[in-house]
């Protein structure tokens, strides 16, 4: 049961480099999100997918881009990493909106 | 006044102890509740949700109090494998669920 794979587990970028973090899940589940964790923030949401063919902003969008490219598949974009960008990433999953998530092993994030 | 406002901690016990967090939310129209698990440097995961009624799993009992809107979680007979941070998540009738920052719990020898 391989649930919620984030790849890559770490990165180093340097400023103003892109790359693209990869989530997939193999629950059936209709909706994902993408979260950054910093000490003492807690958990902060980028994007959600509150089903396939939709994303919506979260709390913190600026800098980053998303795509829904099916139902299994949720991406995050840096276009230009700065560093105020490092952090660990999460990609999570859930059934439907607002219930219960699976959360990935996170993506270890670090913008020189 | 925050979301969802939890005490950070450390909470430090010795193990066999018995240890009680508390969160408090502000949206009265929140719907469902949950606790989460997250170790070091590892992704949250779900330890129980959180029924009107209040349950129980194992050593863990959780509780919701609507009036003074703040649930609980009470954990007997603590483990050396219990000392992690608990997250508060509440889901306020929003399209994603509200995440507190945790309480950090500590079991010693």
């Known amino acids: 049961n391989a649930g919620v794979t984030q790849t890559p587990k770490f990165q180093v970028l340097k400023t103003g480099q892109s790359m693209t973090l990869q989530c997939a899940q193999d629950m059936n589940h209709n909706s994902m999100y993408w979260y950054r964790q910093d000490p003492g923030m807690g958990l902060r949401l980028i994007y959600y997918s509150a089903s ?12 980053y881009n998303v795509s829904r490219l099916n139902k299994r598949e949720f991406s995050l974009r840096l276009e230009s990493a700065a560093p105020s960008q490092t952090s660990v990433y999460f990609c999570a999953s859930s059934p439907d909106r607002g219930r219960g998530y699976t959360f990935g092993s996170g993506t270890r994030l670090t913008v020189v | 006044r925050k979301e969802v406002e939890q005490d950070p901690g450390p909470f ?13 939310y502000s949206n009265s129209a929140s719907q469902s ?4 698990r997250q170790d070091c440097r590892k992704e949250p ?6 029924y009107s009624s209040g349950n129980e799993d194992g050593r863990f009992t959780a509780q919701l109090n609507r009036a003074s809107q703040y649930i609980s979680l009470l ?6 494998s219990d000392s992690a941070t608990y997250l508060c998540v509440i889901n306020s009738g929003y399209s994603t669920l509200t995440f507190g920052k945790g309480t950090m719990l500590l079991v010693s020898p």
Do not use: Q
């Not at chain 1, 396939?52 to 709390?59: F, I, L, P």
């Not at chain 2, 430090?12 to 408090?24: K, L, Y």
């Not at chain 2, 509740?33 to 989460?36: E, L, R, S």
């Open chain 2, 45 to 50: 995961k779900l330890l129980m949700s959180v």
């Open chain 2, 75 to 80: 954990i007997r007979d603590s483990k050396l």
């Open chain 2, 33 to 36: 509740f949950f606790w989460y």
């Open chain 1, 52 to 63: 396939e063919g939709t994303t919506d902003k979260g709390e913190v969008p600026n800098g």
């Open chain 2, 12 to 24: 430090n016990v010795p193990e066999g102890a018995t240890v009680a967090f508390n969160c408090t």
